[in-house]
């Protein structure tokens, strides 16, 4: 919906300052800060990858951030499980590391599903069970 002042209203320029920042400071871009980058956590079911882009984009919108409190932000928001214990033990030098990291375990989960597919496809069947010998 867009507001027109009445006419002959603006009789100034800086009545016509006024109303134009008032009118579009809503669709300004707003800087982060660092505490508003704490609250971006892992959500419950969403992948590291996805997690660390969003992450991301986060942080560059941030001002005065300096690489170490990224990897300190990044590692506090995560969810807990063995991907965060090893960041809490080994801490990454930098968000490179980090990412390496992290595309290190994410291949390593998806081959261990790989793996637990496979082995529960060619499992023996108990449909069929083999003969056994009765006891004598």
Request: glycine fraction near 2%.
């Amino acid at each position: 919906m867009v507001h027109h002042p009445p006419p002959y209203s603006i009789n100034s320029f800086d009545t016509l300052s006024h109303i134009f920042t008032t009118h579009f400071v809503g669709s300004r871009p707003h800087q982060t800060t660092t505490i508003s980058l704490l609250g971006v956590r892992q959500e419950q079911g969403e992948t590291l990858r996805a997690f660390i882009d969003r992450f991301s984009k986060a942080a560059l919108r941030t001002l005065h951030l300096n690489q170490e409190m990224i990897l300190q932000c990044m590692a506090l928001t995560l969810q807990p499980d063995p991907f965060a214990n090893i960041v809490y033990l080994h801490p990454p030098a930098s968000m490179h590391e980090y990412k390496l990291r992290a595309a290190d375990y994410v291949r390593m989960k998806e081959m261990q599903t790989l793996h637990i597919k496979f082995c529960n496809d060619y499992a023996p069947s108990t449909a069929y069970p083999t003969p056994t010998t009765p006891p004598s």
